[in-house]
């Protein structure tokens, strides 16, 4: 099947900043979707999930935002710190058949 | 007290073994799961297991084997292993079969088939 963003871009910020990193998820059917965050040696670890019916989550220090429209998918993270160099994943549900991965995006935290 | 646990943590092998990853949750969950990623980052999903009973096989070869010995437990038995294999291997868990709860991962099994 469609695969969720499917390349490994990198995105790079100065600490303080804010990160945003963008999703592209497939199947309009889907209403759950889940930001994961991947560090070098671990599994993936969630962080945050948003369910259809709502267009903006919030948590500590991190927002997902939904559109449904254009079925995309963000996940901001304020004030960025050393400690959130990883590898982000975001995973739509396929309309509850499976958990779809996408490609996930590095980022990377300069002091 | 970790919750999504898995052995061993790597595994080199020689082509044509038989190997198992094991893998036990102890968040009382009802689905458990095998992912497979890639060199590029990419996962996939393998196997789920909902109670016991297997819901999903996304086209594995059948040289995979998953065992589910209990809800507590899930592992993964691969026969006569190809350089293909190499990999790393999550097992992960979550509470109902429907997709509509996060996955809990364990940290992964790096088999390299030489």
């Known amino acids: 099947g469609e695969s969720v963003g499917l390349h490994l871009p990198t995105l790079s910020v100065q600490e303080g900043d804010n990160s945003i990193i963008n999703c592209a998820y497939s199947?309009?059917?889907?209403?759950?979707f889940i930001w994961y965050k991947q560090e070098s040696g671990k599994g993936p670890q969630f962080i945050i999930d948003?369910?259809?019916?709502?267009d903006k989550r919030q948590g500590q220090r991190v927002t997902v935002l939904l559109n449904k429209t254009v079925k995309h998918l963000s996940l901001q993270i304020a004030a960025t710190q050393p400690g959130d160099s990883a590898v982000y994943f975001c995973?739509?549900?396929?309309?509850?058949?499976?958990?779809?991965f996408g490609g996930g995006t590095r980022l990377m935290v300069k002091p | 007290d970790t919750a999504v646990s898995q052995t061993p943590k790597y595994l080199v092998t020689q082509m044509g073994n038989d190997k198992s990853i094991k893998c036990e949750q102890n968040?009382?969950?009802?689905?458990m799961y095998w992912y497979k990623q890639d060199s590029k980052k990419f996962l996939k999903i393998m196997f789920s297991?909902?109670?016991?009973?297997?819901?999903i096989n996304e086209t594995v070869p059948n040289r995979f084997s998953p065992k589910s010995p209990d809800k507590a437990h899930l592992n993964l038995h691969i026969n006569s292993l190809e350089l293909g294999d190499s990999a790393v291997y999550f097992c992960?868990?979550?509470?109902?079969?429907?997709?509509?709860?996060?996955?809990?991962f364990g940290n992964g099994t790096r088999l390299t088939v030489t």
């Open positions: 992960a868990s979550s509470q109902g079969g429907g997709f509509n709860s996060p996955l809990h």
């Open positions: 199947n309009s059917a889907s209403d759950y």
């Open positions: 948003i369910r259809s019916n709502m």
């Open positions: 995973a739509e549900n396929n309309a509850g058949n499976m958990l779809t």
């Open positions: 968040l009382g969950h009802d689905t």
């Open positions: 297991y909902n109670n016991k009973e297997l819901i």
